[in-house]
């Protein structure tokens, strides 16, 4: 175990009992949930005292890593800032995102007091790598701290990680959990990866950039300037706005960490050691009871625990749950003298196509709360092999196994009779909602079938679409793929002309040309006839080309005449 980390493994209830009846504490050990804000208890005293244990799970603590709580209590911030190590960057960029920072106390407040619980671990990771302590900082540009926050480009957590990079990085994202929020493993991924970006561009500043913009787009940026024989370094690179102001918003918070005074800034004292411990259970137990048996409030529980994606945290993927310290004794304590069911969900899998209300009257559970629960907007449907959770009752009472904790999907299809699946690209001006409008359906179902969070499209992006047969939106939808589909084929109608103007600079061989101004300044037409000569006219018909010399002269109303 590292130092310092205090990462202490509960051994939870494996001969727990599992009963039936609704979960409820018992009496007097369970307060109410408390303020993470108050005066933490003497961690010294408690771990020492086993007492209160049961005999069946015990709190594994290194002692050595408890030898802060001896000595003078010292703040996180002169730790990070003993801890800079990267060059600083000047420049209006950086003057303008401090005084944005320091012009804003209470969002400054929020983004500190969330990254409290978490600053602690990430100096530790960072010193353990010999790693700049600027990075401890990172997720305030990210993210603000906020291990919930998501993208409109579907980055998630407080490192913002998108699908594919944190499956790079062996970040499990499923249907039970998406560690790109786990704050354990999303820094450990996160530092990896900065790590690497070093190591491939040899300067932070380089690969700071990377990590928000793409190594690909820093390597071919650097390549550009390098042939044109301009400087390569961060400030020198052409790159878009969001990584041209990113290195500058890090270097602003250094600067305001670094001397807030100066910047009428306050920032409030974070002690030099762990927030939380580390705490695992074998058995599934639902987040609100886990929270109850904590003493924690559900939000202070999520705060800790983002990666959960359902209301049950389940015992066979190894969950590593994050307490803090002062509650960590009280859960173990409260879950082995617990004598109710720990988790109130199931999980079942569906071997064909069904419609949530046909599932729920099978189960003979409320068809609203299997909606709810699983995440399903209404008018969609489930797609063979999908797994849903229900509330445990009758045979649905074991726990979720760990084939299902690792692999199991929700897929979902609309739950229309008459529907047929079209790919349309969305315009410069077009929104999630002008898009429904148009192929008669609802923006919550364009946002469902194309994954999106927000309202916003990209002009030329791509949208998978199921659009009605009947009726009257069938007649919209027809209309509008007529539409599009008239656009596509103007479109490439006219790169083939073109194409075929571009050709047409030699004639071919034994070909007569004649050309035949147009009468009148203003006229822009011109006429151009290719005839071929007796010998080619077996093989090809007379035709009009334009030779591409003309063709560059074009204007709206056609070839100029020269």
Not at 25 to 32: D, F, H, V
Not at 254 to 262: E, G, H, L, R, T
Not at 369 to 390: C, F
């Amino acid at each position: 175990m590292k130092i310092g980390r205090l990462l202490a493994v509960v051994a939870c209830a494996a001969l727990l009992a599992a009963c039936a009846s609704t979960p409820t504490p018992p009496e007097g050990t369970i307060g109410a949930a408390t303020a993470q804000t108050a005066k933490r208890q003497d961690p010294l005293n408690s771990l020492s005292d086993k007492s209160a244990l049961s005999s069946s799970s015990t709190i594994n603590v290194d002692q050595g890593g408890l030898d802060w709580l001896r000595g003078p209590s010292n703040d996180i911030w002169d730790r990070i800032r003993r801890g800079f190590a990267m060059p600083d960057l000047e420049g209006t960029l950086v003057d303008d995102r401090t005084q944005w920072y320091a012009q804003r106390p209470e969002y400054m407040e929020r983004m500190v007091g969330r990254s409290s619980r978490y600053l602690y671990h990430i100096v530790e990771e960072l010193e353990q790598r010999k790693m700049p302590t600027e990075l401890a900082l990172l997720p305030f540009v990210e993210s603000a701290f906020n291990p919930q926050a998501q993208s409109t480009a579907k980055a998630a957590g407080m490192w913002q990680f998108i699908p594919s990079t944190g499956k790079s990085y062996n970040l499990k994202q499923n249907m039970f959990r998406d560690e790109r929020r786990d704050v354990l493993a999303s820094t450990d991924a996160a530092l990896d990866y900065l790590a690497r970006l070093y190591d491939m561009f040899g300067d932070w500043h380089l690969a700071l950039a990377a990590y928000n913009w793409g190594e690909g787009a820093v390597s071919r940026a650097i390549a550009r300037n390098q042939a044109r024989g301009l400087p390569t370094d961060y400030a020198s690179l052409p790159m878009p706005n969001e990584t041209r102001y990113y290195v500058p918003k890090l270097q602003a918070v250094k600067n305001i960490i670094a001397n807030p005074a100066a910047y009428g800034v306050k920032l409030p004292e974070i002690p030099d050691h762990p927030y939380f411990v580390t705490v695992t259970t074998s058995r599934d137990i639902d987040v609100n009871l886990a929270a109850k048996l904590a003493d924690m409030s559900v939000e202070e529980f999520k705060a800790l625990n983002p990666s959960f994606n359902r209301p049950v945290i389940l015992g066979a993927s190894n969950p590593q749950i994050l307490l803090p310290f002062d509650n960590a004794e009280r859960f173990q304590y409260n879950l082995n003298t617990y004598r109710g069911g720990l988790s109130s969900w199931a999980a079942v899998t569906v071997d064909s196509r069904e419609r949530v209300e046909s599932l729920a009257a099978r189960l003979n559970v409320d068809a609203d709360t299997l909606r709810e629960i699983n995440s399903i907007p209404k008018g969609m449907r489930l797609k063979a092999g999908s797994t849903v959770m229900i509330p445990r009752s009758g045979r649905h009472d074991q726990d979720i196994s760990a084939t299902l904790a690792d692999s199991a999907m929700l897929a979902m299809e609309p739950d229309l009779p008459d529907a047929r699946r079209v790919v349309v690209r969305a315009s410069r001006r077009d929104t999630v909602a002008s898009v429904a409008r148009r192929y008669g359906v609802s923006a919550g179902q364009v946002q469902s079938w194309n994954k999106l969070s927000g309202t916003k499209l990209v002009a030329g992006q791509s949208l998978v679409l199921m659009v009605p047969v009947r009726g009257a939106g069938a007649v919209r939808a027809a209309r509008a793929e007529r539409a599009d589909r008239a656009e596509r084929t103007e479109s490439a109608s006219r790169t083939e002309r073109s194409g075929k103007a571009d050709k047409a600079d030699q004639p071919g061989k034994g070909a007569k040309v004649v050309r035949a101004s147009a009468k009148g300044k203003g006229d822009a037409r011109q006429r151009v006839v290719v005839e071929a000569s007796p010998r080619h006219a077996a093989k090809s018909a007379p035709v009009a080309k334009v030779s591409a010399k003309a063709s560059t002269k074009t204007s709206a109303k056609g070839v100029k005449a020269r």
